[in-house]
């Protein structure tokens, strides 16, 4: 028997606790886990609370991430006492995720624990900073250098945001972090960003070509402020979408698109394939300053109060990332 938050849904609702389960009940795969530590990500808040269809089969263990060791496998790539990372590939939704001491999964969906990081500050990273380094690729890989001019990055202060922020400054750029919560202007300012402004100035509707400022973005926001830093990004630059805290709407014009030559670059971190991955935790590993962890991952909790964080997270109530220790 091991602990496990575990959602059910009957026709009176959803419903969501702590409890005890058996390992005859966990679902298919050739690797199973010791799982240390997970984390609470906005689509575990989601799923966690019903407010959105996230869980797609019943019973569920949300978490979308774990980093755990190994103890059995009948994959080939991974052997007892490997410590393992899983970031997304649809867990937490169709496959029991990251959120109880063990787990079971296709050794497919898994990638090494790379050697600068200890499996709390991967959790720390998680999928939100797994996520900011596919959009930093995202853009270096489209051809955006530093000299070019300011980076944008949306809702700085979430997890994506933040680590977002953090690689950014480290690769040379110079950053604008955009948040709601003033009170943050140190907080971001010790990740990297140079200037900081309020999300506000871009979160209504704007004009559809507005004066050129950025040389490329990374926006975890979508709706009105992804438009909107869109008709504000310079000729030839782009944008690294990833994410939908405001609306997953796009009431756009092609008019940045066919008149700057901006790019448009949607970021999937969830069905990634393990070379861009692998990439991104490369970045990681080079990148981003384990001593930034404590700033970005400052908080941790058990497994008993991840139901009650959920909500929090989703209000929020939250700065950076939130680390849940399983076996407390």
């Not at 689509?43 to 959105?52: E, F, M, N, P, R």
């Not at 269809?53 to 019973?59: D, N, S, T, Y």
């Not at 692998?278 to 930034?292: E, M, V």
């Not at 991952?297 to 991840?306: A, C």
Request: proline share 4%; glycine share 12%.
């Amino acid at each position: 028997m091991f602990s496990a938050v575990l959602i059910n849904k009957d026709e009176s609702g959803q419903s969501v606790e702590l409890t005890q389960v058996d390992e005859s009940q966990m679902m298919d795969g050739d690797v199973t886990i010791d799982v240390a530590y997970s984390t609470l990500n906005y689509k575990d808040g989601l799923a966690i609370t019903g407010s959105s269809p996230v869980v797609r089969k019943f019973p569920m263990v949300p978490g979308i991430d774990l980093v755990g060791t190994v103890t059995e496998s009948s994959h080939s790539d991974w052997k007892a006492g490997d410590t393992v990372v899983l970031n997304g590939w649809g867990v937490g939704e169709t496959h029991w995720g990251g959120l109880a001491q063990k787990a079971r999964l296709p050794g497919d969906y898994l990638v090494p624990l790379v050697d600068a990081f200890t499996p709390r500050q991967a959790m720390a990273i998680g999928t939100a900073g797994y996520t900011a380094a596919l959009c930093v690729d995202a853009l270096v890989n489209h051809g955006v250098t530093p000299d070019q001019g300011e980076i944008l990055v949306t809702g700085a202060t979430g997890g994506v945001g933040s680590v977002a922020v953090a690689l950014l400054a480290k690769a040379g750029f110079t950053v604008v972090a955009a948040t709601g919560k003033a009170s943050e202007a140190d907080y971001l300012k010790k990740l990297g960003a140079s200037d900081i402004i309020d999300r506000a100035e871009l979160s209504e509707k704007g004009k559809p070509l507005q004066r050129e400022r950025w040389a490329g973005v990374v926006d975890s926001v979508g709706s009105f402020t992804l438009v909107n830093a869109c008709a504000q990004t310079k000729y030839r630059g782009a944008v690294a979408a990833c994410g939908l805290a405001q609306g997953a709407d796009f009431a756009a014009t092609v008019m940045p698109f066919i008149l700057r030559g901006v790019a448009l670059l949607g970021v999937d971190s969830v069905m990634a394939p393990k070379e861009p991955r692998l990439a991104a935790w490369k970045r990681l590993a080079a990148d981003l300053d384990p001593a930034i962890l404590d700033v970005i991952g400052g908080t941790e909790i058990g497994l008993s109060e991840s139901v009650e964080a959920a909500s929090d997270l989703l209000a929020g109530k939250v700065r950076g990332r939130i680390v849940v220790d399983v076996n407390k």
